[in-house]
């Protein structure tokens, strides 16, 4: 049986296979591209290529395909075969630097947001050797950028590598003013964690929510929950533990640097976390994460929901993404160092990233808006709508003292004393972790906490790095024209302290006072997804990602549009799936036992006439009254979802999503929640919460 350090990657064109399949040279050249940011030669695709294509075929591949993660927040292929016809009736395999480095899929059937008529279909793929390609099955994988006719990205990635662009120009200029004259490049690195829920396949099928929406729409609350803290950290169970051990080994074999797992707060609910890599991989490799996750899990007959909330009462998923940077060179620039007090470039880029956040925390909302995750933040599992910092005791001391011109004592290192002589003494970390912090620093990193369990970590790393770029750009614009540097320096970092302050919050993010108090610091509070995207195409936000070559003002105005759109149809299509689920299944179920109970009490009552049936009469009477309130309700929200297509533009649709179309549904599960705990299990027509929640 090989072990895990022979079979790590081995699905991958990694470094090691480029250096042992291609010439020097050329691998060389695609190294300085991969390591420096250096432009692609062209001259050196085609042997790449052939590289590429005779690893792959030793592998049992028989297609390629082009890579790419479009705009619907999942990604896409289209497989060719390697096969060319030959002279003698035959085939040969064949794979040249023309296909690997353009592909051709048809744009028109992607979202664009007004970027492409739909009659114009030339949309391009093209190669991003900074991903390594992969296989997937039979098929050769190769990570591309994909854009419009006219050079627009129609994807996630192509902005993504852009910020980093921007933010690795940008972090180089402050090097070089601190002496730093031999660091190439300078790197955002991530590592996400996924959480997920496991349920039984054969359940989900009878669920019609669960097939259409992916989260429960109905269902009242199982008399356990995770009330006894018992599930968080408790014993895998075999099954799931069987799931995990494979699915490990897959991650592997891509080599995605699975780390952690471990079963979460809610039942049913758990994570897995990698080892960190640079954000444009990272952002690949949670996408093919969650892909083999929900594959595998079809495999053992479970199915894994990757969905936000998909129940009621219980915990949401999230991803938390640990982001930090560093220099080719392997310094960890938000790394404060044992005296972080002297430490006058870590304290610039951490600064830096305060500035950001609190200049473009609109930004920060936006990047995480989804209609699932609406449901999420704010809730006790997940951080509030409103963006705030945490940095941790020894920080703050350290920003106050810098802020007021004052000595800083330095933070006394405590000794854990448990009180058993066997246990060994360490000594405690400096700061406490606060869990309901959006963004929260954690020793050497910021871990940002809002991320809905299936976005893509694309959009939060976008804007994430392209504001860090642009707050160094404002100190390297002072900075490298400034006569004396350290007074400068000093002069800006205290300023930023003071400025930005306001955005650092060492509390209870769940407690209702720092909602008000957050508004008292003039912090934003867009609740949800159609409170906060419009604020996309405000103009310091056009102006700073445009600036920075992030975004165009057009891409922009395209994103909007389909994130806005997207909100709009998955709340639409779960508003009718209610529609259908109450009328066809559960009113009727309502109905049915109500009948039953009431020919049951009238067949009592006939064979004594004493027999008062106090009891059926007022379970039919609960009941029936139960199914028409449900009925009228179903009929409101369906008048509502007809009231949309008076909608004037997508703003107004969104707007009428949020303020008629979610209550409504609310008020109609009320009443079907409430049916479901006094019907008899066996009329009811799907399983119940404490069916899917406990039923691996």
């Not at 869990?435 to 991320?451: D, H, I, Q, V, Y």
């Not at 297509?645 to 599960?669: C, F, G, Q, V, Y």
Request: net charge negative; with cysteine; glycine share 6%.
């Amino acid at each position: 049986m090989e072990t895990v350090k022979e079979y790590f990657g081995c699905n991958v064109f990694d470094d090691r296979e480029m250096k042992a399949n291609l010439p020097d040279n050329v691998y060389k050249s695609l190294k300085k591209t991969i390591d420096e940011g250096a432009a692609l030669d062209v001259s050196v695709a085609n042997c790449v290529a052939e590289a590429m294509k005779e690893w792959a075929l030793k592998k049992g591949a028989t297609h390629y395909t082009h890579w790419f993660q479009p705009l619907t927040g999942i990604t896409a292929e289209k497989h060719d075969s390697f096969i060319t016809p030959s002279p003698d009736g035959g085939v040969i395999m064949e794979f040249s630097g023309k296909e690997l480095i353009k592909g051709e899929p048809d744009a028109s059937s992607f979202p664009s947001g007004g970027i492409r008529a739909t009659f114009e279909a030339r949309g391009y793929t093209t190669w991003d050797p900074t991903s390594y390609a992969f296989i997937k099955g039979k098929t050769l994988c190769i990570p591309t950028a994909f854009c419009a006719y006219g050079g627009q990205a129609l994807d996630k990635k192509t902005p993504l590598l852009r910020s980093m662009e921007a933010l690795n120009e940008q972090a180089l200029r402050i090097l070089r003013l601190f002496g730093n004259d031999t660091a190439k490049r300078v790197t955002s690195s991530v590592g996400p964690e996924q959480e997920y829920f496991l349920i039984d396949k054969a359940m989900y099928e009878k669920r019609l929510d669960l097939k259409m929406t992916g989260r429960t729409l109905f269902g009242s609350k199982a008399p356990k929950g995770q009330e006894m803290d018992d599930h968080y950290f408790g014993i895998i169970k075999p099954r799931v533990q069987a799931y995990m051990d494979e699915l490990n080994q897959e991650l592997w074999k891509l080599g995605i640097l699975a780390k952690t797992e471990h079963n979460e707060v809610a039942p049913s609910q758990h994570e897995l976390a990698p080892i960190y890599s640079t954000t444009n991989v990272g952002t690949d490799h949670n996408q093919l994460t969650m892909e083999i996750m929900q594959k595998l899990a079809l495999k053992h007959g479970l199915v894994c929901l990757l969905h936000e909330k998909p129940f009621a009462g219980v915990n949401g998923s999230g991803k938390h993404n640990n982001w930090s940077i560093s220099t080719d060179e392997g310094q960890n620039l938000l790394s404060p160092g044992a005296t972080p007090y002297d430490n006058a470039q870590f304290l610039l880029f951490l600064c830096a990233v305060i500035k950001a956040v609190d200049d473009y925390q609109d930004l920060l909302r936006i990047s995480v808006a989804t209609a699932g995750n609406d449901h999420r933040l704010g809730a006790n599992e997940a951080p509030p709508a409103v963006i705030s910092m945490f940095l941790g005791e020894e920080l703050q001391a350290v920003l106050e003292a810098i802020e007021k011109d004052k000595p800083y004592a330095g933070t006394k290192k405590t000794q854990m004393k448990l009180g058993v002589d066997v246990l060994p003494k360490f000594n405690r970390d400096t700061t406490d972790r606060n869990r309901t912090s959006p963004f929260a620093f954690t020793g050497n990193k910021f871990e940002f906490r809002m991320l809905g369990s299936s976005n893509s970590i694309a959009c939060a790393n976008i804007m994430l790095n392209a504001a860090v770029a642009e707050s160094l750009k404002q100190y390297a614009d002072t900075l490298e024209g400034a006569k004396n540097f350290e007074s400068k320096l000093h002069d800006m970092i205290k300023k930023t302290i003071k400025d930005h302050k306001r955005i650092i919050f060492d509390g209870n993010g769940y407690d209702d006072k720092w909602i008000k108090e957050a508004t008292k610091r003039g912090l934003s509070n867009y609740r949800t997804t159609a409170d906060c995207m419009p604020h996309l195409l405000d103009a310091h936000n056009v102006k700073m990602l445009t600036a920075h070559k992030v975004f165009t003002k057009e891409e922009l105005e395209s994103r909007c549009e389909i994130m806005l759109e997207n909100y709009c149809k998955s709340v639409t299509i779960e508003a009718n799936t209610m529609v259908q689920m109450a009328k066809t299944q559960i009113i009727p179920a309502i109905e049915k036992y109500a009948e039953d109970v009431a020919e049951g009490a009238l067949t009592k009552k006939q064979l004594k006439s004493t027999i008062k049936c106090s009891y059926e009469g007022k379970l039919v009477e609960n009941l029936s009254n139960l199914a028409d309130t449900a009925y009228v309700d179903t009929l409101d929200l369906e008048k509502a979802i007809g009231q949309l297509a008076k909608a004037k533009n997508i703003i107004d649709e969104s707007a009428m999503i949020r303020d008629s179309i979610l209550p409504k549904m609310e008020k109609l599960r009320e009443s079907c929640d409430e049916a479901e705990t006094l019907t008899a299990k066996s009329y009811w027509p799907f399983p119940t919460y404490s069916d899917l929640l406990f039923g691996v």
